[in-house]
């Protein structure tokens, strides 16, 4: 999930959108073909990733951050399978700069994360909470 630092300029829980962004990038896997938006490089994340199961926006999480979902080339091309290789950008719920990194430590986590949607949902209503508090 490696961001790009010269696009974090706002408070991450500043609305439901970012927060179910960054959701997109650490459960999610890369896309088989990246957004427009990802393309030239205008999202805030380095990878385009979206995730195809129930209860997830059928967009990339660049695109969905700042509530741009809609706008998101994927849902217009009907792409709904990303490749089958975990983002491997992330590690613990940790951001990198960016690197690929070793597939098999985010493999776990993903795996741990994804084990049950329910679970994933349920830590997506907590954040929602959280922000309306």
Request: proline share 5%; aromatic share 6%; hydrophobic share 35%.
């Amino acid at each position: 999930m490696g961001l790009r630092p010269e696009r974090w300029n706002e408070d991450l829980g500043s609305n439901i959108q970012n927060v179910e962004a960054l959701f997109i990038q650490m459960v999610g896997c890369e896309a088989s073909v990246r957004c427009d938006h990802c393309l030239a490089g205008r999202g805030i994340f380095a990878l385009c990733v979206v995730v195809d199961e129930p209860g997830f926006p059928k967009c990339c999480g660049n695109c969905m951050y700042g509530g741009k979902g809609a706008k998101c080339t994927i849902l217009q091309h009907g792409q709904t399978q990303p490749d089958n290789v975990p983002n491997a950008g992330v590690y613990g719920g940790v951001a990198t700069t960016g690197m690929q990194t070793s597939a098999a430590p985010a493999a776990r986590l993903r795996a741990d994360t994804t084990a049950s949607l329910d679970s994933v949902i349920i830590r997506k209503e907590l954040s929602h909470q959280l922000i309306l508090y």
